[in-house]
C-alpha cells in the first residue's frame, strides 16, 4: 500500500482536519488569556455541570422506570435532585448568556459558537417541557391539556402529540437529551477551537 | 425506615403558593425570587474581584 | 496587504497580551462538586412536588353533575374537543395565522369522535347489563337525526339535571336512550371503569393517554383545581408551578404575550404567540449578523466591568 494511499483515505483526512483544527493542547489547554479573569466566566461550567447532574439524576430515574418516584422516598428525592439541577441548569444557562451577549462574544469568527448555544437553549426548554408533560401526576395533566392548544394552532400536534405520555418520555430521555448534550459538546469543542474572546480594543485604554 | 424518613424534604412547598400583582404582571414569589437571585448573581460576578489575579502576574 | 476594514462588531482584535495558568480538569471537578452539593442541599431542603393525578373516578364521584353535563356536551358536541378541529376532528377550521391555516393544513392525524370514543365504545365495553345492551340497541338503531333529536331534547333540560339516589336526573321528554346512557356511563365513570375503557381502546399495552385527558379536560373540575393552584393561562400559569415551587421561569416571554392586546383578545392567540416566540428566537439566533442590535454590547459598555483588569493593566 503506497503512502499517497493512506493518505487519500478518508479516516486519515478525517483525522489530520480533527488534529489540525483541535490538537490536543487546544482541546485540553493549561493556560488562557490573561483577560479571562471574572466571576462571569464561570457559568458556562457551571450550566455544563448542572447538564451532568441532570443527566445522572435523570439516568437514576430510569432505572427502575417514570412511575417509581410517586411511591419510593428515594425516588422522590432523587426526582427533588432532577428538579434542582433543572432549574440550576437554566439559572446558570442564562446568567452565561448574559454574560456573552454583553461580551459580544460572537466576534473574530464565532458566530456559530453563538448560534449552537442559542439552539442548545431551545433544545432544553423543549426536554424540560417533555419533562413536565411526563410526570404521570396532576402537573403533567394540566400543563399538556393547557399546552396542546398552543401546538395544535401551528400544525405541529399532528405529529407531536403532548398528549401521548409514551411519545413525550421518549422525546425527553431520548430525542431532546441527546439534542441537547451533541449541541452542548459542539458547543464546547467550537469554544476550544475559537479560544475565548478578546476584549473590545479600547483607544485610550492600554489593549496592546 | 429511619434513613427513608429523612429523605423527605424539610420544608416541603407544597402548600399554594403566593403571588405578586403588578399591572400586568402576575409572578409567584418562587418565580420571583428565583430571577431576583439571577439578576443579583449576573451583577455579582461583574463587580466581584475574581480571586487569583496576583498570581497571575506573579507567575507570567 | 488586507486592507479590509475592521468591524468592531463582528471581528476580534488579535490577543497579543499574557496568558495566565488555567486547570481545565480541576475547574470542571469543581464546578461538579459545588453544583452537587447544592442540589443536594436543595433537594434536601424542598424536595419537589407530586400532586396526585385526578382520575374520571375522583372527577365523577367529586361531582356527578359536572361529569354528566361533560358526557351529554361530549354527545351534543358543546365539548372544547368536540368543537375542536385538527388534529382531532373538522369541527372548526382551527386557528390562522393571518392567511396560513397551519392547523387546518395539518389535518386530522389524532382522530377524536367524542361521541363514539368517549360515550358509545367504552359503554360497549360493559358487560351484562340488559337495559345498557337495549339502550345502545336503540341508539346504534337510530338514523343520526333521530340522535340529534333525543340528545337535543334532552339538552334542552339539562340546566335543571339534578343528581339524587345515585342517578342523573333531567327533565325532559321524547329523549330515547340518552338517559340511561349518560346515567350508565356516570356510574361507570365513579366506578373507575371508565378511566380503564378510554385508555384500553386500543388493546391491551397503551402509553397514550389522548383520549382521557382530552375527556377531563373538557370538564370544570380539572380547570377548578388548577385555578386553585394558580396555573390557568390567565394567571401566567405555564410559568407556575404546583405548590410554591418555582417552574418554568424561563417561559416568562412565552406567557406574556398571552396576557396582553392584541393576543389576549384575540382567537388566535396561541398561533400567533407561537410565531412571535419562532421570530424572536430567529433573532436572538442570529444576533451575531444584525447590524444595530450586535452593536449593543459595545455601546453599553458592561464589557468593561468584565474585563476592567484588563483595561486597567
Known sequence: MSTTEIERQWTTRLRKRAAGKLPPEKLLPDTQPAYVSSWIYV?????LAALSLVILTGFILSIR???????????????????????????????????????????????????????????????????????????????????????????????????????????????????????????????????????????????? | MAFLWSLAAFIPLDNYGHYIHWGVINISVANFIVVVLMIMTFVAALLLPFPGRNRRKGNQ | ????????????????????????????????????????????????????????????????????????????????????????????PGQNLGPLKLAQWAGVTIPVNTVRDFVINPLSSVPNDPDLKLALAQWKGANSAQQTSWVSNYSKGAAKMTWSHGLINVPATNVGPVPT?????????????????????????????????????????????????????????MMNETGSYPGQAWLWLYTFWYQVTPFSTSSNADVQVSALMGLLSLLLLLLPLIPGLRSIPRKVKVYRLIWREHYSA
Open chain 1, 43 to 47: 457559568f458556562g461550567v457551571t450550566t
Open chain 1, 65 to 208: 422506570g417514570p412511575q417509581w418516584w410517586h411511591s419510593s422516598s428515594i425516588g422522590h428525592f432523587v426526582n427533588s435532585m432532577h428538579l434542582w439541577s433543572v432549574e440550576i441548569f437554566f439559572f446558570a444557562m442564562i446568567v452565561h448568556l448574559w454574560g456573552k451577549f454583553f461580551m459580544a462574544a460572537w466576534r473574530g469568527g464565532r458566530t456559530a459558537t453563538w448560534m449552537t448555544g442559542v439552539v442548545t437553549f431551545l433544545a432544553s426548554v423543549g426536554a424540560a417541557f417533555t419533562g413536565y408533560v411526563s410526570q404521570t401526576n396532576f402537573d403533567s395533566q394540566w400543563i399538556s391539556t393547557q399546552a396542546k392548544d398552543g401546538i395544535n394552532a401551528t400544525g405541529a400536534g399532528s405529529i407531536f402529540n403532548v398528549l401521548n405520555l409514551g411519545q413525550m418520555l421518549m422525546w425527553h430521555i431520548v430525542l431532546l437529551p441527546l439534542a441537547a448534550v451533541l449541541l452542548t459538546a459542539v458547543h464546547v469543542l467550537l469554544v476550544r477551537i475559537k479560544g475565548v474572546v478578546p476584549p473590545f480594543e479600547e483607544k485610550t485604554g492600554a489593549t496592546k
Open chain 3, 1 to 92: 496587504m488586507s486592507t479590509k476594514p475592521f468591524r468592531p462588531d463582528v471581528d476580534a482584535p488579535e490577543y497579543k497580551g499574557k496568558y495566565a495558568p488555567y486547570d481545565i480538569i480541576r475547574e470542571g471537578t469543581i464546578a461538579v462538586i459545588v453544583v452537587g452539593l447544592l442540589v443536594v442541599l436543595l433537594a434536601t431542603l424542598f424536595g419537589s412536588p407530586d400532586e396526585r393525578a385526578i382520575t374520571i373516578k375522583t372527577w365523577s364521584n367529586a361531582n356527578p353533575i359536572d361529569f354528566a353535563t361533560t358526557a351529554l356536551g361530549e354527545m351534543n358536541g358543546s365539548t372544547i374537543t368536540a368543537q375542536y378541529g385538527g388534529p382531532y376532528n373538522t369541527a372548526a
Open chain 3, 181 to 237: 346512557i349518560i346515567n350508565k356511563l356516570t356510574q361507570m365513570a365513579r366506578s373507575g371503569a371508565l378511566d380503564q375503557a378510554l385508555v384500553t381502546g386500543s388493546g391491551f399495552y397503551t402509553t397514550n393517554y389522548t383520549k382521557p385527558l382530552l375527556f377531563v379536560a373538557d370538564g370544570t373540575y380539572l380547570a377548578n383545581l388548577a385555578q386553585k393552584q394558580h396555573l390557568l393561562g390567565s394567571q401566567w400559569g
